[in-house]
Each structure stands twice: as C-alpha cells, then as structure tokens.
C-alpha cells in the first residue's frame, strides 16, 4: 500500500511540474497615454490638480500570472499639453491578455475611489520582447458633485429575456422572489460586501429593487440639497427557486455580470436623474427629463434628427403619473429595443436611440417608434440612413 501511494504522488508532482515548465512568459514594454484635459481644474474640489494628484495605471498584475515593473504613476512630459500623461512599463505574463484600469488619487477626491467606471480594459499580449504604444485614452475618470437643490434617483430594471450568466438558463419572470441591487455607494448596497445571497438584505449590503410588473422593477433614492454624489456603478441580482444552489452556493446571486464588469452612470444635478436598465446589458437607456411642468395632453413628437446616423433623440410628454412604454420597431413589426419601460411622473422627457447599440446592429432604412400608456398610443416613422 506504502509503495502505490508513492507512485500516485510521484505522479501528480510530475504532472505539475510538467505542466509548470511548458508555460511560456512573454514580455511587452508598454506606452500608455492618458488624456486629462477634461478634468483638469473643473468640477467640484477643483477636480484634477497636477500638483496634488496623480494618475497611475493599476490591475495588470492582479491575476497573479503577471508581473509589472516601471513606474505606474504617469506623468506629464509635454509641458505644451498638460492633459496628456504617459507611462511606460514592462509587462511579462504567462497569459494571453491581461486586464487593467487607469486610477486617480488622492482616491478619496474622485468617484469610484479614484478607479474608472465602466468595464476592465484589456492589454492583448503580442509577440515577445514587443514594444507597443497604446492609442492615446480619455479615462472614464470623474469628480464628485455638489447637488445645488435636492434631487431623486430612480432606477428602473427590465428583466424580460433575463439570463442567469452561471448556467446559461432563462430566468422564469413569474417565479421572481426578489431582485436586488450591490453598487459603490451605501444607498445601492456593497459590491465588495456580503455574501451575494439573500442573508445580504438584511445587513443593508443589498439594496431591494420594488416590483412593478414581472418584466420591471425600479429603485428610488433622494438625496438632500448639497449632497456630494458619486458615479454610479451597481450589479442585480435575481433571486428565484433554486437560484441559491447554483454556482454551488459560491455568491450565488451574482447572477449578472461577471467581476469587473458593472453598470454604470455619471450623475449630474437634474432634480430627477432616470437610468433605465436592461439586465445584463451594462449600456444604460438615455432617457431625460426636459420639463417638469404639467403638459396638458399625451403626446410624442417627431425624432430629431431625422433622417439619423447613428443616434436620434425622441421626445414624449405625459400630463399625468403613467406607465409608459417607448418601443423602437422595424417594418416587419418586430421589436428592435425597448427606450422606457417604466412608470413616470407628469413631465416631458426625451429618450436617445443608439442604432448602433441595438441588438445585431441596424442597416438604413424606415424604421418605427411608438409610445404607449393605459391612455395613449402612437406611432411615427424614422429614417436611419448609414
């Protein structure tokens, strides 16, 4: 027994060294450039200042496959262009591409602790010893801001076609138990805290999200006149029978997106700040509201501009609280993307249509918009010409 538990652990000390000695490292030196005009000396706090901030390119060595050496803070070199911050390092990895963001700091000045918002950027390994200079970059980096008068989040989920990205599989619309929300702020839940399971709602690391009907769910949050407001990254879940046991029970809620990958919105100071959302889909439906006087009739106006390519506005009023629906169509009446499935108070509001965005990408041609409550119905016609 002694003698075949030795050859079994010979074995698998082979196999691992084996496997060990095959994997190739591969090193890039690498330039990158960041753009900061944008944020240089605006915005609240006096937004990035060249002489108590710094701007560093963070993450590619996280995976543990990785290593960094160089200098990650940046730097600016071209004194005729003071936005423009550079780095160079020397990245080695045994993969085939490696993930990254840029950062600000001090990170209590910046939303986000100082990381970009939106999804991981990715360095694609070239060939060894290669020396690549990235595209210049504009970071998805932003400064806090003041709310002047007090102002009203709301939150809506469309959840029709909803998958759960462990398996693959339909979420069953009439068998929701709840949906929830994790984000950066303590008003949208904890990304980083909690246990991505039910228990989380009861320790405040997860927000609940109010049904409206099987397919919506929204979130409303306010905020009191001078509140410091952040950029908005956040996560649903979904919770339904079974959806605790898969994954094997690891953050089994996490049902959404993957790590590094979130929603995400800029807030500004409307007094209120709509974000329509598509689970699964990290790309938010623009939707504003212009004015909050009472129109005195439904009506939906022709978009602009028109012919479009690639973005058009289409703006709506309602004189009354409605469940509105604004629905883009091709003309063989099938749906091609949902702008506003939400309930809205009285107002005027205009929705951006991106045919880019749209699922499989759209060719020129007439295409349908048309709004609908328990009220009113209409449709138009618009040209998108490529």
């Not at 501009?305 to 009023?317: D, E, G, L």
Request: charged share 15%; hydrophobic share 40%; aromatic share 12%.
């Amino acid at each position: 027994m002694k003698k075949q538990l030795t050859i079994i652990l010979f074995v698998a000390i082979s196999f691992v060294s084996f496997s060990q000695q095959n994997k190739i490292t591969t090193t890039n030196t690498v330039i990158f450039t960041a753009d900061i005009s944008g944020i240089i000396g605006a915005g609240y706090g006096g937004a990035f200042d060249p002489l108590r901030d710094s701007l560093l390119v963070e993450g590619l060595d996280r995976d543990g496959e990785t290593t960094v050496i160089g200098n990650r803070m940046m730097s600016n070199v071209d004194t005729l262009n003071p936005g423009i911050y550079t780095t160079t390092l020397l990245v080695s990895s045994t993969l085939d591409s490696v993930r990254w963001k840029f950062r600000a700091g001090p990170y209590y000045l910046f939303t986000n602790a100082g990381w970009e918002t939106g999804t991981d950027r990715w360095f694609v390994m070239n060939f060894d010893s290669s020396i690549v200079s990235l595209n210049t970059i504009i970071p998805r980096i932003n400064t806090f801001i003041q709310l002047v008068t007090g102002a009203h989040l709301l939150l809506t989920l469309n959840v029709s076609g909803a998958i759960n990205r462990y398996n693959g599989l339909t979420i069953p619309l009439n068998e929701i138990e709840f949906i929830g929300m994790k984000g950066n702020a303590e008003y949208l839940g904890s990304l980083t805290e909690g246990c991505w399971c039910a228990d989380d709602t009861s320790n405040g690391t997860m927000k609940s999200l109010r049904k409206i009907n099987d397919s919506t769910w929204n979130f409303h949050h306010e905020f009191p006149i001078g509140t410091l407001i952040d950029t908005l990254e956040y996560q649903f879940c979904i919770m339904y029978p079974g959806a605790d046991t898969i994954n094997g029970g690891l953050n089994p809620l996490a049902n959404e997106f993957s790590v590094g990958i979130n929603h995400n919105y800029i807030l500004n100071n409307e007094y209120v700040m709509f974000i329509n959302n598509i689970f699964g889909t990290t790309t938010p439906v623009s939707v504003e509201l212009i004015d909050s006087n009472i129109p005195n009739s439904f009506k939906l106006e022709q978009n602009y501009p028109n012919p479009f390519n690639p973005t058009t506005k289409i703006r709506y009023s309602i004189p009354q609280y409605s469940s509105v629906t604004l629905k883009v169509f091709n003309l063989l009446g099938e749906e091609i993307e949902t702008l506003v499935n939400s309930e809205q108070s009285a107002g005027v509001y205009e929705a951006t249509f991106n045919a880019s965005s749209a699922k499989g990408g759209l060719s020129s041609g007439i295409y349908f918009y048309s709004l609908q409550t328990k009220d009113f119905t209409l449709t138009k016609k618009m040209i998108l010409i490529r």
